[in-house]
């Protein structure tokens, strides 16, 4: 998955670069097949209170520690992008989230996973439950548009702006 991978993750020969449709390969010459790198799939989550405050996470760890966010995280791989979001949110937030809509997916390059990211960003329009941080998250807290900190990554405000500006979906 990373970009400096050395080894075939199939059958652990060392893997080489071969030239493919324009492009430089990871390849095992044992096993004859390209070994091809894919971005990582993360999930995340727009929550507004009956205020219209947004629900943000801060960061317990790396990377972007101490910074707030979107609460998310990575879709694994026995469970659908909803599912992963759902999951996350309950587990950062202790908010049971359901009613999504799809607002967008964004790339955004990650130097801390070496790789890159599709942020796939729903809106949840019913919740329940009580908030509480916990997992991943330090905190976890609603906040007016007009005074959201600094977030810990672009591709997150890039989401907030979408569903603000286009109105997706209307709730
Ligand atoms: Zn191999």
Redesign the pocket.
């Known amino acids: 998955m990373q970009d400096d991978i050395e080894f ?1 993750p ?2 652990g ?1 060392k893997l080489s670069l071969k030239s493919n449709e324009g492009r430089n390969r990871l390849y ?1 010459e ?2 004859k097949r390209f070994v091809y790198q894919n971005p990582i799939p993360a999930a995340t989550g727009l929550i507004f209170d009956k205020e219209g405050e947004i629900l943000l996470v801060l960061r317990g760890k790396d990377p972007s520690k101490n910074q707030w966010c979107l609460p998310g995280g990575f879709v694994e791989t026995d469970e659908t992008p909803i599912q992963a979001a759902k999951r996350e949110l309950l587990e950062e937030t202790g908010i049971y989230v359901s009613s999504p809509t799809l607002i967008d997916i964004n790339f955004q390059r990650s130097i801390f996973y070496k790789t890159s990211i599709l942020i796939i960003g729903y809106h949840f329009a019913e919740y329940s439950g009580t908030l509480a941080a916990g997992d991943d998250a330090e905190d976890a807290r609603f906040f007016a548009l007009d005074k959201l900190p600094t977030l810990a990554f672009t591709s997150h405000m890039e989401l907030i702006e979408k569903f603000i500006h286009k109105k997706i979906p209307a709730s």
């Open positions: 075939c199939y059958c020969n095992c044992k096993e």
